[in-house]
């Protein structure tokens, strides 16, 4: 069976320091990967999309960036946080563009 | 533009009651929906999902849907709420039918249900 794993859980980093979230997913090949935010516990906005190795599509402009050097592998960063970046980071998969996505327990990030 | 409406931050209903939680969607082509269920913390779980065939849908946890293509609507519910039901439920539309944004999937502002004992 597939499954998805996102870690950390929590995290908390000041001002200006980088980020660096991981996605892995398993038992499939060639997921479509994406990652989402969530800010205070409602909304979800679409921040990353993945399709393929090293191919990214970036919804909004922002202090983020995505990458993907494997398959099974999305990672997101940033070069400095800003406060504004605190939220819930939630990575999610499917298996074709129909079809529904799974998604993992999510990074609760807190900038400080 | 593909998207989704919740018209209700809040649903509450009382243990045992159905409930209904609705959703109206906008999409240029044939809709591909789905509902999720996030517990506090939590990742987003699939519950159901539409994409054609018959228009009642069934899902977990007892759970089922109803797409109405002249109402643009899915609606979620339920014939008798339990307590653990309790949580914020997404409404969600893939994209599918536009090139440069093909299978991105949009979600609407959630709706929180209460069932109360």
């Known amino acids: 069976s597939q499954t998805i794993h996102q870690w950390p859980a929590t995290l908390v980093q000041p001002v200006g320091s980088p980020l660096s979230l991981e996605c892995t997913v398993e038992?499939?090949?060639?997921?479509?990967l994406y990652w989402y935010r969530q800010a205070a516990g409602r909304g979800l906005q679409l921040l990353f999309y993945?399709?393929?190795?090293?191919?990214i599509s970036s919804e909004v402009p922002q202090n983020l960036s995505a990458s993907r050097p494997q398959d099974r592998q999305f990672i997101l960063s940033s070069k400095k946080l800003l406060l504004s970046d605190s939220g819930f980071y939630l990575c999610?998969?499917?298996?074709?563009?129909?079809?529904?996505?799974?998604f993992g327990q999510g990074t609760r990030l807190t900038v400080v | 533009a593909q998207s989704v409406a919740q018209p209700e931050d809040q649903v509450n209903v009382a243990e045992g009651n159905p409930l209904t939680v609705k959703c109206t969607y906008s999409?240029?082509?044939?809709?591909?929906l789905f509902w999720y269920v996030q517990y506090p913390n939590r990742g987003l779980q699939f519950l159901l999902k539409?994409?054609?065939?018959?228009?009642l849908v069934k899902g977990s946890y007892g759970f089922e849907a109803e797409f109405n293509k002249s109402q643009t609507s899915f609606h979620l519910k339920k014939p008798s709420a339990l307590v653990s039901d309790s949580a914020l439920y997404f409404c969600?539309?893939?994209?599918?039918?536009?090139?440069?944004?093909?299978?991105?999937?949009?979600f609407g502002r959630g709706t929180q249900l209460t069932v109360w004992p």
């Open positions: 999610a998969w499917s298996v074709f563009r129909e079809t529904e996505a799974f």
């Open positions: 038992g499939t090949s060639n997921p479509n």
């Open positions: 993945s399709v393929g190795i090293g191919q």
């Open positions: 999409v240029s082509g044939n809709p591909y």
């Open positions: 539409y994409i054609t065939g018959d228009n």
């Open positions: 969600a539309v893939r994209d599918i039918d536009r090139g440069s944004t093909l299978g991105r999937l949009y």
